[in-house]
């Protein structure tokens, strides 16, 4: 009898130590992210050029998987469908906030360990060519008498949301344009279609330069690309919000494995070809990780939610 407790205490540590190991020891086996949106977008490139340096920092191979649909809904569900043991994440961004906001998913927020914000991207209110206006106080005296048309990318998305955000801070009159993309959206602007665009400085950085080009009046946060772009803040408009991108897995994450990633990231993001290519992308290198990530994750929540949902019962 002795022996048979003795033999199933034993099999019980085992078993025990067996995930205390396997967490202790992470990663040993290969990463997979998955980027849900398609090749060659901002976010894919993002995780490309992190894909190197994390596999130094890991000591272990990462895999990168794009799993486009939905604005990002069908990756991130697929995401969801792993164990919580680290080994499959994926990029969160504002999309995760507007996709529950628009009900477009099954999922919450709180479905996701959120372990690092690594970079960010503001959002710029950019303006055609008009008599009527020449810089945000200009176009704010305008738009209070007259209606003016914004455009941005896609019903729901978080440009969208940042338009009427912006629209409502300033106190103004506008018409909503929704397009396809940025790209879409930016030409409308600069053929004189809409009067203006709510979309990041990398859509629109190549349509400032020149004689008839857009000019970008207002950021809600710095940019790199458009150093001298006025913050809406200088000008004590309570607008500051910015896009961002980093890792997230299924909740339920061993604090030991989030440490490993915490770790892991650390050593990535100095990487110097990495940094080149966070400027090539336009976006500003701002890690973030354990509270102070939790609070920003939940200040974007308190930003981008009611206003998505507001949209969503239109």
Known sequence: MLKTTTAI???????AAGPLAAQEDFPNDTVTIIVPY???????NFVRALEGPLEEAFGTDVAVRNIAGGGGAVGLTQTLTNEPDGYTVTIPNNAFYTLVGMGN??????DFDYIA?????????TLGESENWSDLESFVDYAEEEPVTLGFAGVGSSSHIMTLAIADALGVQVQFVPYGGGSEATAAALGG????????????????????GLTPVASTGESSLLPDVPLFSDGGVDVTADQWRGIAAPAG????VIDAWEAALKEAVQDE??????????????????????????????????????VAQQ
């Open 9 to 15: 205490a034993a099999v019980a540590l085992g078993l």
């Open 273 to 310: 070809s990495f940094q080149q290519a966070v400027d090539n992308l336009g976006v500003e290198l701002a890690p973030l990780y354990g509270d102070e990530l939790q609070q920003f994750v939940q200040d974007g929540s308190d930003l981008f939610l009611p206003l998505t949902e507001s």
């Open 117 to 125: 914000r690594l970079v960010t991207e503001p959002y710029v209110l």
């Open 38 to 44: 398609g090749a060659g977008g901002g976010t894919d």
């Open 193 to 212: 279609h809409i009067d203006g665009v709510v979309l990041s400085p990398s859509d629109v950085v190549s349509a400032i330069e020149g004689e008839g």
């Open 253 to 256: 994450v061993d604090q030991a």
């Open 105 to 110: 998913v099954n999922f919450e927020l709180d």
